[in-house]
């Protein structure tokens, strides 16, 4: 391989070396007298004593000069000189000669020889005129080679100038293009050529050229003999400008002009220096990105893009300083899903996401152009709206709002139906800081869900004081059920006769962050009063559901979940189309579900009952009637309803002592649901005592902790997969 440096210096010192002179004459003495002078001035000195011998050194030996006689014995110098001619010897000649004819100097001269010298020669003269030859051919050599390393070395800047990573460019005095490398054809799908004499304003971007003018001018140029390079980032405009500007740090730094060869048509005087710009663009294009994503990230939500919290405080801010200046309101709005828990829960995450993105955009239709929309949490978004003239422009926006999203959402094929409950708080009247209407607007919404939902509400200072203990509970609860602090626990019921598992009963718990294991009668009543049992109730359908339903699809096509249903939970005049939609969603079989309800509830309103009943009924859903036997003398109901089973309450078991202990109201209780063709459930058994009793008495199937306390959902699955408790 060829080991030669890239770049060779080009100084000629190094390259003056030892000279080689072919002396020819047929005189030995002269021979040897030449050569002895030569080598005392450092040439070297090869000797021919004929013509023939001179041309065979000739062939052999590049001389660097030739003294050549004339007359020789064997061919003449003429002879030598055309045969030098006729093989391309470049050889430069001089003639030292005994003839001093001029016709014979005039024909050596015609030949190509340099010079004729007359013998005898004069040492002085010959060594001067050798030196001038030999030196013109030193010098001619030189040049020849620092020629070729020039190219060479010029071919290898080009090379790396338009092989760089970066846009290199230098500018003139003027701002305009003198040189710029081929990357920019790349980078910016310019042609070079289009470039050149072009302003370099003319490729930047127009937001960056005033600052990059003043950083030019400032920092560059301001004092060019004593400028260090420095740095500056913009943005660069492909051609055409169709694709997206590009980010470049621009190292920039001063040079003289003149250094570079360059001609201003400026006149300048020899002494006055004129300075371009020297320019690197490194591009940082895909830096800024992530850069920018990164900003981004810290100031939205990346599933909706939506601002996040900091962002949406920061312009509360700005919008509170400007009403005050310009004596108007600010609307703070803060939306809650009515059902997104139940969907997310039941259709799976992905599709809540969906929902959500939909959500977003339905919102956005609403809004106007200095409105922000943000997302706080899960289903929660929050809504500025700066600027507005009265309380009842806020108004119209939330009416809007709670009519769009009343739309069912299509999703996956399937018609989701969510509601919205908003409460809003207004600048200047519920708060001085942003932070305090964003929290009076939130008391406000739990007050519009407490009144039933798809509400609209504004805050009222009064809902501060009186409802500050039931809201810290009820913000836990609801904080709780995005939490997922719930859980379901399922207690199974056996069938007295075969001891085999025939169903569950969904219990749910509360496991609180501070305060442990909560049980539902501590948070139900709480729940009920604020309506949030109806989130709840849904959620515990949902879920349990959801996990039921696996169960079943495992073989177990014949095990009855049963559900407990608040009265809250009936009053809602769209309970069944609900109850059903969330059975639809989760895929269950309505003949494998059984809501239980209390006496108290059915009896209240028994047309409406009925109704509801019936509805459930032709979807194979059955009803049983929990706690029975505590409350209500009048049974005449029962025959009104689809019943399927009465649930004795627990509270009977403990007359139960022993097998033939005469527990007259189980008895008649039993008796009845017989009569009645009812499945007679037993709640609280906690002996096998009760259990012998219950199946004396003919009773159909036993729940209690007697099988355990109630458990996950994954211990029950395991039980039913091995258990049959034995019964008798
Ligand atoms: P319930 O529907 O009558 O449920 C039976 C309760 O008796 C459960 O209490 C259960 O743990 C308890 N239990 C079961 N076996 C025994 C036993 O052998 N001995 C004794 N002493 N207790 C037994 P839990 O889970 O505390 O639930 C209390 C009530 O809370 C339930 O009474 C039900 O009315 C309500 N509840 C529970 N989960 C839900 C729900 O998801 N929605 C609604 N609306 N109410 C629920
Ligand atoms: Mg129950
Ligand atoms: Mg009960």
Redesign the pocket.
């Given at each position: 391989m060829n080991q030669q440096p890239l770049y060779q210096n080009l100084t000629a010192e190094n390259d003056f070396r030892e000279m080689q002179v072919l002396v020819v004459d047929d005189d030995p003495r002269m021979l040897e007298s030449v050569k002895h002078l030569l080598e005392n001035h450092r040439y070297s000195a090869t000797i021919a004593g004929g013509g023939a011998q001179a041309c065979q050194e000739l062939l052999k030996t590049q001389f660097d000069l030739l003294l050549l006689d004339l007359n020789l014995d064997d061919i003449s110098g003429y002879d030598v000189m055309n045969f030098m001619n006729d093989n391309s010897i470049k050889t430069p000649v001089i003639v030292i000669s005994g003839n001093s004819s001029f016709a014979s100097a005039s024909k050596a001269i015609q030949m190509g020889a340099l010079d004729y010298i007359k013998k005898p020669y004069d040492p002085e003269e010959l060594l001067v005129t050798i030196k001038n030859t030999t030196t013109k051919k030193q010098l001619e050599e030189i040049n020849t080679k620092m020629q070729r390393q020039l190219k060479k070395s010029e071919a290898l800047h080009r090379y790396i100038v338009n092989n760089s990573p970066d846009i290199i460019c230098v500018l003139d005095h003027e701002g305009r293009i003198i040189f710029i490398n081929a990357k920019v054809e790349k980078f910016l799908e310019y042609k070079q050529h289009e470039l050149i004499g072009k302003l370099y304003s003319e490729i930047v971007n127009a937001e960056d050229i005033e600052r990059l003018h003043f950083f030019v001018k400032e920092k560059i140029l301001h004092n060019p003999g004593d400028c260090k390079p420095d740095k500056i980032e913009v943005r660069l405009v492909p051609k055409g400008s169709c694709s997206q500007c590009r980010f470049v740090e621009l190292t920039l730094f001063p040079v003289e002009l003149n250094s570079l060869g360059f001609r201003p048509k400026k006149r300048v005087t020899s002494r006055e220096k004129l300075f371009g710009i020297y320019a690197i663009a490194h591009d940082i294009t895909e830096r800024n990105e992530a850069k920018e994503y990164i900003n981004f990230q810290a100031c939205h939500d990346l599933l909706t893009k939506l601002p996040n919290r900091a962002f949406f405080e920061n312009r509360g801010r700005l919008a509170i300083g400007r009403a005050t200046q310009n004596k108007c309101i600010v609307a703070v709005m803060f939306l809650d899903l009515d059902r997104f828990k139940i969907i997310n829960d039941s259709l799976g995450h992905a599709m809540g996401d969906r929902l959500l993105q939909s959500v977003t955009q339905r919102l956005g239709a609403c809004l106007r152009k200095h409105d922000t929309l943000s997302r706080f949490g899960a289903d929660e978004f929050m809504l500025l709206l700066p600027e507005i003239s009265t309380r009842e422009n806020a108004e119209i926006v939330a009416s809007k709002i709670i009519d769009i999203m009343h739309e069912p959402f299509m999703l996956g094929g399937q018609e989701i139906f969510v509601d919205a409950s908003i409460g809003i708080s207004v600048f200047p009247g519920n708060g001085e800081t942003i932070e305090r209407l964003i929290q009076n607007a939130e008391i406000a919404m739990y007050n519009a869900k407490g009144r039933g939902k798809k509400r609209v509400q504004f805050f009222d200072n009064k809902m501060n004081i009186s409802s500050s203990n039931r809201l810290v509970l009820e913000r836990d609860l609801r904080r709780a059920l995005k939490n997922n602090e719930f859980e379901?626990?399922y207690?199974p019921q056996i069938a007295i006769d075969t001891g085999r598992i025939i169903g569950f009963?969904?219990?749910?718990?509360w496991n609180h962050p501070e305060k442990g294991k909560i049980?539902?009668?501590e948070f139900?009543p709480v729940a009920e009063e604020t309506k949030l049992?109806e989130d709840?109730?849904e959620w515990?359908l949902g879920n349990a559901c959801c996990e039921v339903r696996e169960w079943i699809k495992k073989g177990y096509d014949r095990i009855r979940l049963s559900?407990?249903?608040?009265p809250m939970?009936i009053e809602d005049p769209r309970f069944v189309e609900k109850f059903l939609h969330i059975l639809n969603i989760c895929d269950f079989p309505g003949r494998n579900m059984e809501i239980?309800l209390?006496e108290s509830i059915l009896m209240t309103d028994l047309e409406r009952m009925a109704q509801i009943l019936n509805q459930l009924h032709k979807q194979s859903i059955t009803v049983a009637i929990?706690?029975f036997g505590i409350g209500y003398s009048s049974l005449s109901y029962i025959q009104k309803l689809p019943i399927h089973t009465l649930?004795i309450?627990?509270s009977f078991?403990q007359s139960i002592q022993s097998e033939t202990d005469e527990s007259c109201l189980v008895n008649a209780i039993l008796a009845m649901g017989k009569g009645l063709k009812l499945n007679t459930v037993a709640?609280?058994?906690?002996t096998m005592a009760q259990i012998k009793y219950l199946q004396n008495m003919g009773c159909d199937a036993v729940?209690?902790?007697?099988f355990g306390?109630?458990r996950s959902g994954e211990k029950c699955f395991n039980l039913l997969t091995e258990t049959t408790f034995v019964t008798a």
């Open positions: 379901i626990c207690q009963e969904a219990l749910i718990r049980r539902p009668c139900i049992i709840l109730g515990v559900v407990n249903i608040s939970q239980e209390t929990d706690d649930k309450d627990q078991m709640e609280g058994v906690e729940q209690g902790y007697y306390e109630p």
